[in-house]
């Protein structure tokens, strides 16, 4: 199978998983009644981003548990979705916010989170950006972020409101030089390194239109009853026969192993994301005066969640795939420096970029990549907890931090002190293992492979606390 639709699978399963969610509500539930609830004289508020509609509906269940069983009457949360969610791992059918927040009574989101009955928002892409609650002090993030969604979705924590001094965000998903960079084209002042040309999205328009994926009388029957605000039915009708076409050339492309039509498919799909991010950008800049644009804009943005490769691929078969231990590892606490001077770069025109060819691999060996520096029979658990003291005792050294510092990776990595330390992290770990301990410390080629295997991390751990 594709390695990186594998790896993809693998790893939104396990950000779905029950323990690692409830570790993460754990974290913010007591973060938040230790650093936030006190502020503004105990009316202080966060929000929690979740990655898609399903984790916001789990974070709820686990967030409503947890606080339940710890007795908690100061921290409530609201959970914030669109449309309908079934997860019938949770046992949860149709769920819909009113649903999940009984407390509502009527009232919209926005209201009730302005009252003391609910000091956490969950939130799956929505509130993001344009909400402006100036009582909000923290934000967890569990979700990736980059560009303007970044700015964007954090600078909710902007609003002003009196005695709010400081503001935090505790962040499971995003290094913070990303955060950084994300935020610099945008600090002090904002200029593009060129200027954008009005006329792609009409270029782009064209080169959609001429796949005959979808037709006029589509388009036309779409946006006028999503004028008429008819329900989900009613518009899904007129994007089904493209999703079928889609679906249909998409089947008989990988049926006669036609690499041609199989690219040219990946590039539609990324041209309607094109499309609509042009749009979206230019059209609040130029009055366009087309309404065939903005009748695309509508029908797309209901065409392209059908056409994904989630929705048009089989899904990987995770049945048989379980963890034995999975942790939480808090990093050091960064308060990075903005410098500014960064130019946006200008919307570039749609098919630009290139469809990747897949690496295959079996699922097993994504899996066994990370579980295969052992011999004889360990459980999975005993060997991640002495592997990750491990790791733990060497990001913790002074000695190396101070060389991670000042050295390049292969300098760092001819270190004397490096073979010391990790020697002192192995000793460490016997109250987890005696055997697996011994077996590092009497077998050079297992001490030397998962050194190796830990090195690149550890250095870029060090070099990030800086």
Known sequence: ??????????????????????????????????????????????????????????YKLAFDKYVTEHGYSDVAA???????????????EKATETSMNPGLKGRDLRDAFATDEYQVMLVANKFQTGFDQPLLVAMYVDKKLSGVAAVQTLSRLNRIAPSKDQTFVLDFANAAEDIVEAFEPYYEATTLADVTDPNIVHETMAKLDVTGIYLESEVEGLVRDYLANKGNNALTRWVTP???????????????????????LEMLRKDVGTFLRQYDFLSQIVDYQ??????????????????????????????????????????????????????????????????????????????????????????????????TH???????????????????????????????EFVAAVLGAM?????????ILNNPDLSHKLLGQLLPGVYQHLNATR
């Open 431 to 439: 109250e987890s293992s005696d055997e697996l301990s011994a077996q």
């Open 242 to 264: 493209a999703r079928d076409r889609f679906r249909d050339r998409e089947r008989t492309a990988v049926e006669h192993t036609d690499k041609i039509a199989m690219d040219e």
């Open 390 to 420: 491990i790791r733990d005792r060497l990001e913790e050294s002074e000695t190396l931090q101070q060389q991670a510092r000042h050295n390049t990776l292969a300098q760092f990595s001819a270190s004397p002190d490096l073979n010391s």
């Open 1 to 58: 199978m594709d390695k990186k639709a594998a790896v993809k699978s693998v790893m939104n399963w396990v950000k779905l998983h029950p323990t690692n969610i409830s570790q993460k509500v754990q974290i913010i539930v007591e973060h938040f009644r230790s650093n936030v609830g006190p502020r503004l004289d105990g009316k202080a508020k966060a929000m929690v981003v979740t990655s898609s509609r399903k984790a916001a509906v789990r």
């Open 78 to 92: 609201l959970v914030a979705f669109s449309g309908e969610v079934t997860d019938l791992d949770s046992a949860i």
């Open 290 to 387: 087309d309404l065939s644009l903005e009748k695309l804009s509508i029908y797309l943005r209901h065409l392209a969640p059908q056409i994904t490769r989630q929705q048009l691929n089989h899904e990987i078969d995770l049945s048989a795939v379980d963890f034995d231990y999975i942790d939480q590892h808090a990093q050091a606490t960064t308060s990075s420096k903005l410098e500014g001077g960064v130019a946006l770069e200008p919307a570039k025109e749609a098919g630009t970029g290139a469809v990747r060819d897949p690496e295959l691999v079996a699922l097993d060996e994504v899996i066994a990549k990370i579980n295969d520096l052992f011999s004889g029979d360990h459980p999975d658990s005993s060997v991640r907890s002495v592997v």
